[in-house]
Nanobody
Framework: QVQLVESGGGLVQPGGSLRLSCAAS????????MGWYRQAPGKGRELVAV???????NYAASVKGRFSISRDNAKNTVYLQMNSLRPEDTAIYYC????????????????WGRGTQVTVSS
């Protein structure tokens, strides 16, 4: 079993900052991609930022220059530093990871956390 647990969400004023964390635990041999998606009220889930095991990143255009993704491989943890937050960043933020659970299992699996609420409002 694999679990992803997010933390760090909350209420922040426009222009403020938050740092999200997501720790993966359980049966893990290796982790390829880790990242963040978000879903605003009445909208579909969208990519925010992802980071692969080689250090390559991909950001949504709307967050480039404001958000930064990083990971601690020793802790199986991914972070999302969010600066200059805007009301339109309000959403539930979901962590995801592409994980190989065993060397004897050929394919990787995608796992999701339950989400953490980020609200940007004055």
């Amino acid at each position: 079993q694999v679990q992803l647990v997010e933390s760090g969400g909350g209420l922040v004023q426009p222009g403020g900052s938050l740092r999200l964390s997501c720790a993966a635990s359980g049966t893990i041999f290796s982790i390829n991609v880790m990242g963040w998606y978000r879903q605003a009220p009445g909208k579909g889930r969208e990519l925010v930022a992802v980071l692969d095991s080689g250090g390559n990143t991909n950001y949504a255009a709307s967050v480039k220059g404001r958000f930064s993704i990083s990971r601690d491989n020793a802790k199986n943890t991914v972070y999302l530093q969010m600066n200059s937050l805007r009301p339109e960043d309000t959403a539930i933020y979901y962590c995801t990871a592409n994980i190989k659970i065993s060397i004897s299992v050929a394919r990787n699996f995608d796992y999701w956390g339950r989400g953490t609420q980020v609200t940007v409002s004055s």
